[in-house]
């Protein structure tokens, strides 16, 4: 855990009462016990938070979902939502003084409805991501949500944590990409937002309030998400660039380029290359170019490629050679299939657990104004280096949407303590020069346990004021993830 004090959350134990009653709901294969099954429940993807659960309740529909939590709510005992436990920030990993349940949405897996017509789909919160995208696929659609943890990550918590990733640019993040939601509130009742409007003015809208939660307002149960048409004629290309200033220019002229086709544009260094190669078997460098800056640039067109018409490669083609000659590319590759395609995308995707395989680091999920990157890293990685000259910078990221992931890998050699006693000094630099640019300290991964001092240091008293009064009004036992996001 975190230096973080721990903050008081409810600690009404499970008892064996509460255990009949919860068995008496969801049965016996809704309930993990022992501590071996629990275990990779109240542990966090990177392994560093490690927390404690009495049980953890694995309920198969809606309807269940709403007796667990009207149960907890009567008896107060706190309750940790959970989908695939792929999030970065702590925010499904129980506190060591959870005395409560962790409920996981796993089995609630189905597919509930296609209208490729009126493109969209209705899902439940368990279901997989890449799942979705294949669900989509498969009706001639497109669900766009795509981020390197796709294979393990569920919906509810996409939705939950407001998640980014590599098609922000184009389609908006996950609260974009949403209709409708089906929500247990924090008392045990059922929510049915279940709509698949595009326009509805009526009142407050509900939904957004619990996007971005991080599951501390209620349980999302479903979800009505947009589709798109599929992409038929994509262009994937790894660009060897001369600086980040150089990256955002040609994001800037890519738009009109591509006929307003740009689909990612993913800043990468060569030392994140460099880490991807080192750890993931398989991988491939697209570019034997020793410089120190990349991009990761794809354009997509819904409309098929005519024979003999100019489709996205060429374009593609004739602007990198424009860019050459302006000088902000040095040299590119254009990827020639779906293999070498998906080898660019994997060396992009895998940075999350190659740095974990590569030793202690930290990193900072942040976003500025797009213009501000080239300042932001130049200043941010001066100000890490001056408090330890020996750290090693590892900045990349969606710099179509201003979001930086400035990660930085321990000194060789160097422990996790050791490093710890630096990181609150490089976290204050980092969080008070993003601050000076009006920027967010956290872009897209939420705040969970890690952020909750930083949230509490950088948002004003009337955001956090109006947070609380929101919590407290939903959630006035403080039952639903207790001391996430917000300290009360
Ligand atoms: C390799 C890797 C790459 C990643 N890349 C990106 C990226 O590009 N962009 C990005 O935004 N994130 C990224 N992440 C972070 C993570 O994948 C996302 O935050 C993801 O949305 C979390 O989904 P999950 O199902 O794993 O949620 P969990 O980790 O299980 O939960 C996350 C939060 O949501 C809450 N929650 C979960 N389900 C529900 C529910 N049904 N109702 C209410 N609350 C719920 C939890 O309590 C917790 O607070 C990455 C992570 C990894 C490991």
């Known amino acids: 855990m975190p230096d973080t004090a721990i903050p008081v959350i409810p600690t009404i134990p499970v008892t064996p009462a509460v255990l009949e009653s919860l ?44 007796k667990v939590v009207k149960l907890c709510y009567e008896q107060g005992i706190a309750i940790v939502p959970q989908g695939g436990n792929t999030g970065l920030m702590g925010g499904a990993t129980p506190w060591p003084t959870h005395q409560g349940i962790l409920l996981s949405l796993g089995r609630m ?29 498969s009706h001639d659609r497109f669900f766009p949500l795509s981020l390197g943890a796709q294979g393990s990550c569920m919906i509810g918590g996409n939705l939950s944590t407001n998640a980014g990733g590599v098609q922000v640019l184009r389609y908006g993040n996950a609260r ?3 209709l409708g939601l089906e929500v247990v509130l924090p008392n045990g009742e059922i929510w049915n937002g279940l709509r698949s409007l595009k326009k509805d003015n009526t009142g407050y809208d509900l939904k957004h309030l619990f996007m971005g939660a991080e599951g501390t307002l209620g349980v999302i149960t ?16 790894w660009l060897a660039i001369r600086d980040p200033q150089a990256a955002i220019e040609i994001l800037s002229e890519a738009h009109a380029a591509s006929e307003d086709n740009v689909g990612s544009c993913e800043l990468m260094s060569r030392a994140c290359t460099d880490m991807v190669l080192r750890h993931i078997p398989g991988t491939q460098d697209p570019l034997k170019a020793d410089t120190p800056w990349y991009l990761l640039l794809e354009w997509s067109s819904s409309r098929p490629r005519a024979d003999g018409a100019e489709g996205m490669s060429e374009k593609m083609e004739q602007f990198l050679a424009d860019q050459m000659e302006a000088g902000r590319v040095l040299d590119a590759v254009i990827a ?36 501000k990157i080239p300042q932001f890293i130049d200043q941010g990685v001066k100000a890490a280096l001056d408090i330890l000259p020996s750290i090693r910078p590892y900045p990349l990221g969606h710099i179509g949407d201003g979001n930086i992931h400035f990660s930085f890998m321990g000194p060789k050699d160097m422990d996790r303590a050791t490093l710890n006693q630096y990181t609150p000094a490089i976290t204050r630099a980092v969080n008070d020069l993003v601050t000076s640019m009006a920027g967010s300290i956290s872009a897209e991964h939420g705040i969970g346990i890690d952020k909750l001092d930083e949230l509490a240091h950088y948002r004003s008293k009337i ?26």
């Open 23 to 66: 068995r008496a709901i969801v049965g016996d294969k809704g309930l993990i016990l022992d501590d071996q099954g629990k275990q990779p429940f109240v542990t966090d993807w990177r392994g560093s938070l490690v927390g404690t659960a009495a049980v953890v309740v694995r309920p198969a529909n809606t309807e269940e979902v709403s």
């Open 336 to 371: 020639q299939n779906e293999a070498q395609s998906r080898n660019m995308w994997v060396i992009r995707e895998a940075v999350a657990p190659a740095s974990r395989a590569e030793g202690p680091g930290l990193s900072y999920d942040i976003s500025v104004a797009i213009s």
């Open 176 to 178: 974009n990409l949403v």
């Open 463 to 488: 955001e956090l004021d109006t947070m609380r009064s929101i919590k407290r009004a939903l959630d006035p036992k403080n039952i639903m993830n207790p001391g996430k996001v917000l300290r009360l």
């Open 109 to 137: 897996n189905h597919v509930l409805e296609v209208d490729p017509v009126g493109y969209s789909m209705t899902v439940e919160a368990g279901c997989v991501l890449q799942t979705l995208q294949e669900t989509a696929a």
């Open 222 to 237: 479903k979800a009505v998400l947009k589709l798109w048409p599929a992409p038929k004629d994509v262009c994937t290309a």
